[in-house]
Structures are given as C-alpha cells and as structure tokens.
C-alpha cells in the first residue's frame, strides 16, 4: 500500500513542480517542494475558514464577533461544513504526502522526553537524531489527523441531523467542541514555532528553501542525509569561519 | 393575561443578561389540554393553520385517524390517535393534542447557539424568531417532545407559538377559541393546574379512573401546556408523551460551563507562546548572524549570553 501512495504522491509532486519554480541558492538547503508548500497553504486555509466559522458558533461570547466576517448567523452556518469538507480533502491529500516523513520512530520517543529541555531553549543545536521532522511537528501532525477523524464522524451527523437522529447529535458536538479546543491549541503553538519561535523556518512553507545553517541546528540528521556531510563538524567549521571573518575586518 | 408588549425572560446564544429582565411582572399563562374530553373533532388543527396562515396540504393516511405521523413545519398542532386495548380487553381510544409544551427549562433554547433565534417570555412562551435562527437544528435536539422541525428550503426551524401574537393581545390561542368541548382552555398556570388537579379528582373518584393525573413534568421544570391523563402513569401510551422528558445533558453541563471554561483555557496557549519568546527568546540558527533578522548584516561577534 504505501508504495501505491508513494507513487501518488511523486506523481502529484512532478504534476505541480512541472508548473512551479523554487531557487535554491548556495547556502540553501531544499525543505518543501512545490506541491508540498501548496497543499500545506490550502490545508491552512481552509483551517482558519473553518476555526473561525466553527468558533462563532461555539459560544454566545463569540457569536456576535465572528459570524460578521462571514455575511451573518445562518451563512455561517451554511459555510462552516463546506469549508470543513475543503480542509478534510486537502488534508488526505497531505496525509499522503506526509505519511513517510511523519512516521513515528525510536529516536522521537527519545526527542519526547527532552521535551522540557526543547522548550527551554537548553541546547543550541538539536540532537543529531533529529531528521526531516522533529517529534513535536509528528505529534501536530497525528493530533490534526485524529481530531480532524472526530470532526468528520460528528460533523456529518451534524450536517444531516434528520438522517442520525437526536442523540447522536447531542452527544456528537461535544467531542466536536473538543477536537477544536485540541486544534486550537496545536495551532497557536504550531503558528508560534513556525515565525518567531525558529527565525529562518517561515521562509521554508513560503520560498521552500531554508539555510543550511538552519538545517544543521534544528534538524541534524535531515542535514547529514541531505547533504552527506556532518552536521556537527559543519557547524564547528561556520563558528571558526565567522570568527575569522571578525578578525580579518579588525 | 398579559396585554401589551411581552417582556422576554430568557434569550438563546446571548451573551450577558436579558435587556429590560424583570421590570414587569407578569402571569405565567399554561394551556390545559383535558384527553377525556376530546373528541378527535380536529377543529383545533384547521384554527391552527388557519390562524397561523399556512397552507392545507396533502394528509399521510396510515390506518388511524391522524391526520398525519408526526407535527411538520407548517402543522403546528396534531391530534394523535391510538387504540389502546386495556389488561381487562376493553378498548380505550386515546387522543392528545400533540403540540410545543413550552417548557420551563426548554431545552431548545439552551441548545441554540444562535442569539435571538429563541426566547422565552416571562409569561412563560417559549417562541421561535426565525429572522435569527441560522438553521443548525441544534433544538431538535434539545427537544424532548420532537416539536421542532426544519424546513430545508427556508434553513429555518418552526413550531407552535401558543399564539404569542394572540396572547400578546390579550387573546387566548386559536386552538382554544376553536375547540368545541371546552376539553382545551386558557388561563393562568395556578389556575389552570388547580382545574386539572381538580378535573383529575374528579376522574378518580367518579369515573373510575384510579390513576388518572396532570402531566406536568418536574424534570423540565414543568411545562406550559398541561394534560390531564386517565392514566398518569403510562403517558406513553397517549401517541409516545414522554414520562421524564429530559434534556441532554451536553446542553445543560457542558455548553453552560465546561464550553466556555474549556475555550478560555484553550486561549491560554497564546499568552503561553508570547511568553516563552519573552523569557526564552527564539531558536536561532547556529552560529547566528546574518539572515536570521537578527544583528546587522556583516559578520558578527560571537554572542554573550547573560545569566538570566
């Protein structure tokens, strides 16, 4: 089977790379192709459409604020599903082409219990383990997977509360709410990580490319598979480089 | 009877308190509705879309006398029908006039998330403002009566007003001025449960009918349209009257507390990342310098870092 979706999913990636540009320049390192850039924008998308539908209808003290933006009550409600359906579908298109970076290893369990050392900002540089993604971004990725799972089995009772009756329904928003208090607070965090958290990460989801210094800090191993190098000596190389760089300019 | 204007006791989806709560004080109206009495005439349906201008539509015919299986968005008031054979063989032929009870506790209202789309009258009607309602059916199913109904052209839900247009006024519903037998009448809560209370007695001790009571339900609060049963305790049998109708408790628990604690707590996480970039500052990439928007361009000195 995930030969199957491999074959997708390269597929996918020729189709809109045959359409689209990315510069790689000679510090640069290539992070998200094209399509990966594409589809993460309209997963996003669709996301914000959704959280911000969704949420003016979660609580009286946000009705009158959010279902402005969206032309009132009733067309909120008319659109929230429709913009849940757009985000369903981009995101089983991500999920295949994530599947193979995002599966879960030994050294992620390794990366959990330094969780506190992470958000502490103990280290410079990541663990040379570290690859492609780091195990907070593979936790975003499943908790997304999974509460989007809870969003469309109770959504669509919810959509058609005739056909599920009663019950269902009743029962169904709650875990509805609760998958988007999840996604709420994955996404703030998710949104910080990715700007002003790691300078130099935004560039990667927009232009596709990332610094190679960049690389070697946050994602070592990635680095070394890459480029074939490693990344510690490179890094230690760069200090001596900037240190002599200082020197000559004195 | 109230006159006038009627003053809203409670709304749905609104955030702080009901403008204008308290200022009057006003009767609590009820609809008493006595089975034993009714003859299935149906005069209350026709004054019902009558008054409430709705067109006369097609009637479902499944082997009873009701006009059709269930109330819809355009048929307010129905009368159900069943044969019901007694333990001894005799047959009873039970009628009640199914409509919106407006309930104390609706538990449409508190499962609306729209602000304004329903509201409840300090008079005790419980009524529908469809130019709010934004179509989600939330109160099908906070119902438990199944009195709301949807119609999938207008995306709006409707139900029985107890003729608040009327009551307003100072008039009783139209399905009261319609009834023929007197089996429905208009007044007061207080007043129209003692006549209940007493029509009941009556049915006990002269008609032979032992458990025969008022359908009140003290799991809603009780309610403003009221029934008096032959027999109290199996109103089921009178076309599936709930004997403890309830409301989810998802509408009651969680959307009054758990929902908006849970959000406030959820919100958390952006003072939280605000925070850490405060104290902990970024990530940068290493060694840092130029590009990272951080420093002037240009080569730069090794950083200090300070001791907190």
Known sequence: MSTAIERFDEGARARVGAHARTIVHDDELLRHPAYTRVLHWSVAAFFILA????????????????????????????????????????????????????????????????????????????????GFFNAGQKAYFWVILGSALVFLVTGIPMWFPKTFGRTTVAVGYVLHDIAALVMLVGFIVHVYEGTAAQPGTFRAMTRGTVEKRWAWTH???????????????????AIQQQRGATRTEQ | MPTGTLQIRQISGHSGSVPGAGVQREEEVCKYIDVTTCIGCKACEVA????????????????????????????????????????????????????????????????????GAIVQYTNGIVDFQQENCIGCQYCVSGCPFDIPKFNALTKKVYKCTLCSDRVGQGLEPACIKACPTGCLKFGTKMDMKRLAESRARQ???????????????SSINGTHVIYVLHDVTKPELYGGLPANPTIPVTYTLWKRIAKPVA????????????????????????????????GAPGPQPPSREVPR
Request: with cysteine; net charge negative; aromatic share 18%.
């Open chain 1, 219 to 237: 994602h070592p191993a990635w680095y070394r598979n890459a480029t074939g190098r490693d990344p510690r000596a490179d890094y230690e190389k």
């Open chain 2, 203 to 217: 049915l006990r001790e002269q008609s032979g009918f032992a458990s025969a009571g008022v359908y009140d339900p």
């Open chain 1, 51 to 130: 959280l911000l539908s969704g949420f003016a209808i979660y609580t009286a003290w946000l009705y009158r604020w959010l279902t402005p933006i969206f032309g009132g009550g009733p067309m909120t409600r008319l659109l929230h599903p429709w913009f849940s359906l757009g985000f369903v579908i981009c995101f089983a298109f991500q999920l295949l082409n994530w599947w193979q970076p995002m599966s879960w290893t030994r050294d992620d369990n390794r990366w959990m219990r330094r969780l506190r050392d992470y958000v502490a900002n103990t280290d410079k540089r990541e663990p040379d383990y570290v």
């Open chain 2, 48 to 115: 019902c879309v009558e008054w409430n201008d709705m067109p006369f539509q097609q009637t479902t015919f499944d082997n009873t006398y009701q006009t059709m299986p269930s109330t819809s968005w355009n048929f307010w008031n129905l009368i159900k029908f069943n044969e019901h054979q007694r333990e001894d063989g005799t047959l009873q032929w039970l009628m009640r006039k199914d409509q919106c009870m407006h309930c104390e506790d609706p538990g449409c209202l508190r499962a609306c998330p729209a602000d």
């Open chain 2, 263 to 294: 959000l406030f707590l959820s919100l958390f996480a952006a003072p939280a990342a605000f925070f850490h970039y405060v104290t902990e500052g970024p990530k940068e990439s290493q060694p840092p310098g130029p590009g990272t928007g951080y």
